[in-house]
């Protein structure tokens, strides 16, 4: 499991030289964020200054971090490429195939054997290419990666939205689809758009029952789902090195609620005691000296609004405890208004399950503030009213607070602990509910609630809060509570007051595991065998799409036109589905049915303009392809939003679709398209939205001459004889108008290899 110390090292030894030149060549003071980028361009040292939000830079990250649903496309895709090892650092984490029914146990035993097949592919690919392998039951992808590979001043892509957690750290870390982790694992460069800059100056200091949830509460409530797009968070000043390690790492992952590229902390004390804790002392050495890289110039902090482009103020001294939700974590209530709230929207009041863990907030500090509220419960007497499950980030974290007890003061107020993996936080849970229709609350300390994410249930609101404060409310079991300002009714019948959680940065004994769940590839891992079974349902391995055929796509029928959110979970499913990630034509049976169809209000309800019924997305759109007619999908306003996965771009792509026209796109998304050599436009006036009918046949013109900023023509043949037309927008790139042409960009790596 070791971090590769010479990587890291010789990243350190590049970094005076590259900050020199990125100083030179943008003429002033940076920040950290520009730093990282700067010392991590695949050219070398910079050369001019890039446009932000504007520029594709071509970057070469350090690392590659997989989790289990997403890898296995990533891999097929990798093992596409024709290469014998990886070229960076990269690893595997089986978290997100575990379901959560009955506790870790026995969940994690049914796990290893409904999921076999899947498992022992990505273990024979990891020990065949290079790739550490974390065996399912270890951890969940972004607790190990800071636990184990994050460091200050580095950079690294990871298959999944929350890879930003390792920010925490002050490491530069994206989400991205697997294609993007399949060009970084094949030694190409990776392209990103270079950034916009959000500061966030963070003053004072947390204290009782605020914590670093807080923040990235009270954020998202300020920038709202969308404020963060195209750009990197970079958090600083007093309020910023109070912070523990863990906690930034918490306010990092969660930056991906709220659209943001990355989140990212300076090098401080706290990151150095945390590399300490976890035994990375040589990280923490080979920091120090050159610590001066690592956080932005005196100058940026003293001015903020010189260098960044927006500038957010939160001093943490007076920040209250949040709840944010439901359905959406932008929806942010400070605690003191959250009882009114529930009351004002008539939202479910009895809360019948708390939910703490995940990769979000299952840090010993997490746990041993958690737990002294739940301490706090056995102590006064008060019996915990709603179900309570409690899920571990890693290993090295479960048993270190098994030693210490922890575990077993929240079994004692009826907590479960289930296994070390996503489990509730991606609907892989087996909730047992007496009536699935009645409107019902949880509260998570997780990071999303859109509807339907934890247990598949369109009644369920779902509240996202600290561990201490789901812990609080669990026991109390009623939303309109303030452990602020309200008593409680104990078994006694008495009035009880709970204390403010008190919390442990890290173990005073110190991190400790039997066994940590890592799996070392092999040496030599040309004799190693891959198998897929062609008759898997499970796993599929992929054919090339087709390239373009040169001219005007023409006679497009519409597939959907979708209204209002469309999430990566409306487009590509997770839940059940995910089963189904390694396998493209079995997992496109879930195309879309999520989509609300702006013409009837439901969902997976579209017209086959063939027959003229309505059927299911995904069955019209196999008919459409068996008829060799090809479809457009029409969505509103950043399509695709939610997470990094790939099937969402690929599904459409495999039963052919060939063009995405919406309002806007989610960043992730939009690039996985690019990736797959789909066309994703968007509307030059978003009113024309509007002008696209249900019957409409649809051409799509001025395809010969594509080229970087220059518009496209969508003319819609609408079903009473009459046309219209109007310009359409796109961000295509000159390399990515190639990946277009080819059929995506798979197709040129291939080539490259060859
Ligand atoms: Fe797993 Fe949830 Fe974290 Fe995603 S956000 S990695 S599903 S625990």
Redesign the pocket.
């Known amino acids: 499991m070791a971090f590769d110390l010479d990587m890291i090292k010789k990243v350190y030894d590049r970094y005076s030289t590259r900050i020199d030149a990125a100083r030179k060549a943008t003429g002033k003071s940076l920040t950290l964020t520009e730093k990282i980028l700067y010392a991590h361009l695949s050219e070398g040292d910079a050369k001019t200054a890039f446009a932000r939000g504007v520029d594709y830079v071509d970057f070469a990250p350090d690392r590659v971090a997989m989790?289990d649903a997403t890898a296995q496309m990533a891999l097929l895709q990798f093992m596409q490429a024709g290469r014998p090892q990886v070229a960076v650092p990269s690893t595997v984490h089986c978290?997100?195939l575990i379901q959560a029914k009955i506790g870790a146990d026995q969940d994690l035993s049914t796990a290893k054997d409904i999921n076999k097949e899947v498992y022992d592919f990505l273990s024979s690919v990891s020990d065949k290419y290079g790739i550490g392998f974390w065996k399912p039951g270890a951890g969940?992808?972004?607790q190990v990666v800071l636990e184990n590979y994050a460091f200050p001043g580095g950079m690294m892509i990871g298959t999944?939205?929350?890879t930003p957690n390792a920010g925490g750290l002050g490491m530069v870390a994206i989400g991205v689809g697997g294609a993007d982790a399949c060009d970084v694992m094949a030694g190409l460069p990776w392209e990103l758009k270079f950034p916009k800059l959000i500061g966030v100056h963070l003053t004072g200091k947390l204290s009782g029952w605020t914590s670093a949830k807080d923040v990235i509460l009270k954020v998202a409530g300020i920038l709202t789902v969308k404020g963060g797009t195209g750009a990197i968070v970079e958090y600083f000043g007093e309020g910023a090195r109070s912070l523990s390690a863990t906690g930034k790492g918490t306010i990092c992952?969660m930056g991906a609620e709220i659209g943001a590229t990355t989140s990212i902390f300076g090098y401080d004390e706290k990151a150095e005691d945390y590399l300490r804790g976890t035994k990375r002392g040589e990280i923490a050495d080979a920091a120090n000296a050159i610590k001066e890289h690592l956080t932005g110039d005196a100058d940026v902090y003293a001015n903020p609004e010189q260098y960044f482009d927006q500038v957010i103020e939160i001093n943490l001294s007076e920040l209250e405890p949040h709840v944010n939700g439901p359905f959406t974590p932008d929806l942010a209530w400070p605690i003191s208004k959250f009882a009114a709230a529930v009351k004002e929207n008539n939202w479910p009041v009895k809360l019948e399950v708390g939910l703490i863990g995940?990769?979000?907030n299952s840090s010993y500090e997490d746990i041993t503030r958690a737990a002294s509220i739940a301490q706090q419960a056995i102590d006064k007497n008060l019996k915990a009213k709603a179900e309570y499950t409690v899920?571990p980030g890693s290993e090295l974290v479960r048993y270190t607070v098994e030693r210490d007890g922890y575990l077993n003061t929240f079994e004692q107020i009826g907590g479960v602990v289930l296994a070390n993996a996503?489990g509730p936080?991606?609907g892989q849970w087996s909730r047992h509910t007496d009536d699935p229709t009645r409107k019902n609350s949880i509260i998570t300390s997780?990071?999303?609630n859109f509807a339907k994410r934890q247990d598949g249930n369109p009644n369920t609101h779902a509240f996202v809060a600290s561990p201490e404060i789901v812990t609080v409310f669990a026991i109390v079991g009623d939303l309109s509570f303030n452990p602020l300002t309200d008593t409680v009714t104990n078994e006694a019948g008495e009035q009880v007051k709970f204390d403010e959680p008190v919390g442990i940065e890290m173990p005073i004994k110190g991190y400790a595991v039997e066994d940590a769940g890592y799996q070392a590839p092999a040496e030599d891992g040309s004799a190693v065998e891959v198998k897929v079974d062609p008759k898997s349902s499970r796993l599929q391995l992929l054919e090339p799409f087709a390239a373009w055929e040169g001219t005007d796509i023409t006679g497009l029928k519409l597939l959907i036109k979708a209204k209002g959110k469309c999430t990566t979970d409306h487009i590509s499913m997770a839940g059940p589905w995910l089963k189904f990630r390694g396998h493209l034509d079995n997992i496109s049976n879930n195309m879309l049915i999520g989509a609300i169809n702006y013409f009837n209000n439901s969902p997976d309800s579209v017209k086959n303009e063939l027959t003229g019924e309505y059927g299911p997305v995904p069955a019209t759109q196999r008919d459409y392809k068996a008829h060799g007619i090809g479809s457009i999908v029409v969505g509103d306003e950043n399509y695709g939003e939610g997470s990094s996965r790939e099937h969402a771009a690929m599904e459409p792509r495999h039963l052919g679709v060939r063009a995405i026209l919406v309002k806007s796109f989610a960043r992730i998304h939009e690039t996985n398209l690019k990736k797959q050599g789909m066309l994703g436009i968007t509307f030059a006036d978003t009113a024309d939205y509007d002008k696209i009918l249900e019957d409409d046949t649809i051409d799509i013109v001025g395809l010969t001459e594509f080229a970087p900023g220059k518009q496209l023509t969508v003319v819609l043949h609408h079903k009473d004889g009459s046309t219209e037309s109007f310009p359409v927008n796109h961000t295509y790139n000159a390399q990515q108008i190639e990946w277009f042409k080819a059929g995506g960009a798979l197709n040129i790596i291939r080539r490259q290899m060859n």
Do not use: A, G
């Open positions: 989790q978290d997100h969940i992808i972004h999944d939205s929350h992952n995940s990769c979000t899920t996503c936080c991606i997780f990071n999303r």
